[in-house]
């Protein structure tokens, strides 16, 4: 059996697809396996893939001992949207216009016609085709799906948000399935035979943990174990704005909790200022803040945090709410279609979340500390927000998607 994985653009699409391979091993520990994935993600994939092989190994030795995926690299280009732009904002922001709109796209269009010539020449051969293919979405899926279709390779999509993206909408009337990470109603359930609700795939590390553990977790991270932890997150790339708004109030959040914030890979550089609040006696840290480019730890150091401020994309929350945490989320309000702001409007209707949204964040900083100062000294809200937001999560999702897949293969 021939499996192709394909899924990039962005870690919220990476870490589920690995999550699905994970599942996948499980049952088909002799399937051939491969990953493919942007340039960018490239060595991110091949790192988790190995480890996917190390794990199992250990736990089934009468299997070979390092399952082999294979990871390959695709060209790809992505086509840049901001919602909610006016006419001014397109002159407001000449240099993202010039950078991505206008550059960024015409770059895109040839990185796309790349993708879309390489699948066709990967998949020309019949004795090398998948026998199915699962696009975890993206970018880098649509010449791929595009190519499947062509040559009638069957195709199992997932989408995590609440909105679709571009390239799984153009994918999703070809597919064999479409797997919803957001509950779908039975409406649309019966007017799409093919549409299924699956959950987000998280990997196994993303649980709830005890207060014991978390102390520990705490500890290991060098901050006072009893006192209350703010983690703040951006993501692997960061957020300027969570890290600027960061900047503005950390006086006053340092005053009654301790605060971690992983700055991002992007943004971290501009960021360097603030380790001036990192003071360390030799190996031990002697203050109440840490900040981090990136955590490679990220399940614990989530895991010992009391409040998580954290954007709002749909995988990110699914991890969240596998960790039971209680989080505020700062949706970006021009990711194309809104599906941050979707995202985090449908939690807070549930009172699963508190909801700020970026630009009310960038112009009034103190309503994110008011915020975090409320759940910091709220334990009853922040245990029932984090129980409402832990009943979001699916924690057989990758389970499931593993089970359509080889249905379909």
Same mark, same amino acid.
């Given at each position: 059996?021939?499996?192709?994985?394909?899924?990039?653009?962005?870690?919220?699409?990476?870490?589920?697809?690995?999550?699905?391979?994970?599942?996948?091993?499980?049952?088909?520990?002799?399937?051939?396996?491969?990953?493919?994935?942007?340039?960018?993600?490239?060595?991110?994939?091949?790192?988790?893939?190995?480890?996917?092989?190390?794990?199992?190994?250990?736990?089934?030795?009468?299997?070979?001992?390092?399952?082999?995926?294979?990871?390959?690299?695709?060209?790809?280009?992505?086509?840049?949207?901001?919602?909610?732009?006016?006419?001014?904002?397109?002159?407001?922001?000449?240099? +993202? /216009?010039? $950078?991505? #709109?206008?550059?960024?796209?015409? !770059?895109?269009?040839? %990185?796309?016609? &790349? =993708?879309?010539?390489?699948?066709?020449?990967?998949?020309?051969?019949?004795?090398?085709?998948?026998?199915?293919?699962?696009?975890?979405?993206?970018?880098?899926?649509?010449?791929?799906?595009?190519?499947?279709?062509?040559?009638?390779?069957?195709?199992?999509?997932?989408?995590?948000?609440?909105?679709?993206?571009?390239?799984?909408?153009?994918?999703?009337?070809?597919?064999?399935?479409?797997?919803?990470?957001?509950?779908?109603?039975?409406?649309?359930?019966?007017?799409?035979?093919?549409?299924?609700?699956?959950?987000?795939?998280?990997?196994?590390?993303?649980?709830?943990?005890?207060?014991?553990?978390?102390?520990?977790?705490?500890?290991?991270?060098?901050?006072?174990?009893?006192?209350?932890?703010?983690?703040?997150?951006?993501?692997?790339?960061?957020?300027?704005?969570?890290?600027? +708004? /960061?900047? $503005?109030? #950390?006086?006053?959040?340092?005053? !009654?909790?301790?605060? %971690?914030?992983? &700055? =991002?890979?992007?943004?971290?550089?501009?960021?360097?200022?603030?380790?001036?609040?990192?003071?360390?006696?030799?190996?031990?840290?002697?203050?109440?803040?840490?900040?981090?480019?990136?955590?490679?730890?990220?399940?614990?150091?989530?895991?010992?945090?009391?409040?998580?401020?954290?954007?709002?994309?749909?995988?990110?929350?699914?991890?969240?709410?596998?960790?039971?945490?209680?989080?505020?989320?700062?949706?970006?309000?021009?990711?194309?279609?809104?599906?941050?702001?979707?995202?985090?409007?449908?939690?807070?209707?549930?009172?699963?979340?508190?909801?700020?949204?970026?630009?009310?964040?960038?112009?009034?900083?103190?309503?994110?500390?008011?915020?975090?100062?409320?759940?910091?000294?709220?334990?009853?809200?922040?245990?029932?927000?984090?129980?409402?937001?832990?009943?979001?999560?699916?924690?057989?999702?990758?389970?499931?998607?593993?089970?359509?897949?080889?249905?379909?293969?």
């Amino acid at each position: 059996m021939k499996i192709l994985v394909v899924g990039g653009g962005s870690g919220g699409h990476i870490t589920p697809a690995v999550a699905v391979v994970r599942e996948i091993i499980k049952e088909k520990p002799r399937a051939g396996i491969e990953f493919w994935t942007d340039f960018k993600y490239y060595k991110n994939v091949t790192k988790l893939t190995t480890e996917i092989g190390v794990a199992w190994g250990e736990d089934k030795k009468s299997f070979r001992k390092t399952p082999y995926i294979r990871v390959r690299r695709l060209p790809a280009g992505k086509f840049h949207r901001y919602a909610n732009w006016t006419f001014k904002d397109y002159f407001v922001n000449l240099d +993202t /216009t010039l $950078k991505d #709109l206008i550059f960024g796209n015409i !770059f895109g269009f040839f %990185g796309f016609l &790349a =993708g879309l010539i390489t699948s066709f020449f990967r998949l020309l051969p019949k004795n090398s085709r998948p026998d199915v293919i699962f696009l975890k979405g993206g970018y880098v899926c649509l010449p791929i799906g595009l190519v499947a279709h062509l040559f009638k390779i069957p195709y199992v999509i997932h989408e995590s948000d609440v909105v679709a993206g571009l390239a799984n909408r153009i994918l999703m009337k070809k597919a064999k399935k479409v797997a919803f990470g957001m509950p779908l109603s039975d409406e649309v359930l019966a007017a799409h035979p093919n549409y299924v609700w699956t959950g987000i795939p998280v990997g196994p590390e993303f649980k709830a943990i005890t207060p014991a553990r978390q102390l520990s977790l705490k500890k290991a991270f060098s901050f006072t174990p009893e006192k209350p932890l703010v983690v703040i997150t951006g993501g692997s790339q960061g957020s300027k704005n969570l890290n600027e +708004t /960061t900047r $503005k109030i #950390l006086p006053e959040l340092l005053e !009654f909790t301790s605060v %971690g914030l992983v &700055a =991002g890979r992007k943004h971290y550089e501009d960021m360097v200022d603030l380790k001036k609040y990192e003071n360390w006696d030799k190996a031990s840290l002697d203050s109440n803040f840490r900040m981090w480019e990136f955590n490679t730890t990220m399940d614990e150091l989530l895991g010992a945090a009391d409040v998580i401020v954290s954007r709002a994309g749909a995988t990110t929350i699914a991890e969240m709410a596998s960790l039971q945490k209680a989080t505020i989320l700062v949706p970006f309000e021009r990711l194309p279609g809104g599906h941050q702001v979707k995202n985090a409007e449908r939690l807070e209707a549930v009172k699963a979340a508190i909801v700020i949204k970026d630009s009310e964040m960038v112009e009034h900083p103190e309503r994110l500390l008011s915020a975090v100062r409320h759940l910091v000294k709220s334990p009853r809200e922040r245990a029932n927000m984090a129980e409402r937001l832990h009943g979001e999560a699916r924690s057989d999702a990758a389970k499931r998607l593993a089970k359509i897949i080889l249905e379909e293969a």
